[in-house]
């Protein structure tokens, strides 16, 4: 199983970003998909997920009304589309993969992970 992190650059305050999560050696349409991130210096906290059917959301409380998850069973990729950035957004964010799961908040729940890509939002 491998899923491959992309998308993170460096963005000014209140810019946009979409990351993408390309995943493979899964069936991808069973899986539910979570994003994670962990600034410097601090522990890896939930962002957003999504369950297996695609039919129910969950999102940190910082980034409600901001970011939005979303798949494409097709393409195999999970998206977070991220706006109105902060500074505090800024991290290493990571996707994960969980078997028939529901929208998880937990990290420890989920089974793979990618490498991580880099979102710097500049003030």
């Known amino acids: 199983v491998q899923l491959q992190a992309s998308g993170g650059g460096l963005v000014q305050a209140g810019g946009s970003l979409r990351l993408s999560c390309a995943a493979s050696?899964?069936?991808?349409?069973?899986?539910?998909m979570g994003w994670f991130r962990q600034a410097p210096g601090k522990e890896r906290e939930f962002v957003a997920a999504i369950n297996w059917y695609g039919d129910n959301t969950n999102y940190a409380d910082s980034v409600k009304g901001r970011f939005t998850i979303s798949r494409d069973n097709a393409k195999n990729t999970v998206y977070l589309q991220m706006n109105s950035l902060k500074p505090e957004d800024t991290a290493v964010y990571y996707c994960?993969?969980?078997?028939?799961?529901?929208?998880?908040?937990?990290?420890?729940?989920?089974?793979?992970w990618g490498q991580g890509t880099l979102v710097t939002v500049s003030s």
């Open positions: 994960a993969a969980k078997y028939r799961s529901s929208a998880l908040r937990v990290a420890d729940e989920y089974s793979y």
């Open positions: 050696g899964l069936t991808f349409s069973s899986y539910g």
